[in-house]
Nanobody
Framework: QVQLVESGGGLVQAGGSLRLSCAAS????????MGWFRQAPGKEREFVIA???????SYIESVKGRFTISRDNAKNTVYLQMNSLRPEDTAIYYC????????????WGQGTQVTVSS
């Protein structure tokens, strides 16, 4: 069983930065794919960015050059550095872990609110 706990959300002005953290417990963190998803009010949850066990990164176009994901396997933690934030980045951000060979995300955190004011 894997437990994920996000932290670091908050209120920031447009153009500002935030760093989210996701601490994992249980299992072998270094072998997991880790991802960040977000859900804005009235919208479906969407994939944002992910990093696999080897460090390969994937992301959506709208965060290219602004968001960075990294992982510290010694601390069982994945980070999401968000720069040049925009009001449209406002959402609940969820950390997720993929422990399955198929790459499906099967463990989720409780989410952390990010609000970007204009």
């Amino acid at each position: 069983q894997v437990q994920l706990v996000e932290s670091g959300g908050g209120l920031v002005q447009a153009g500002g930065s935030l760093r989210l953290s996701c601490a994992a417990s249980g299992g072998t963190f270094g072998s997991y794919g880790m991802g960040w998803f977000r859900q804005a009010p009235g919208k479906e949850r969407e994939f944002v960015i992910a990093i696999n066990w080897s460090g390969s990164i994937s992301y959506i176009e709208s965060v290219k050059g602004r968001f960075t994901i990294s992982r510290d396997n010694a601390k069982n933690t994945v980070y999401l550095q968000m720069n040049s934030l925009r009001p449209e980045d406002t959402a609940i951000y969820y950390c997720a872990a993929s422990t399955l060979a198929a790459g499906t995300y099967n463990y989720w955190g409780q989410g952390t609110q990010v609000t970007v004011s204009s």
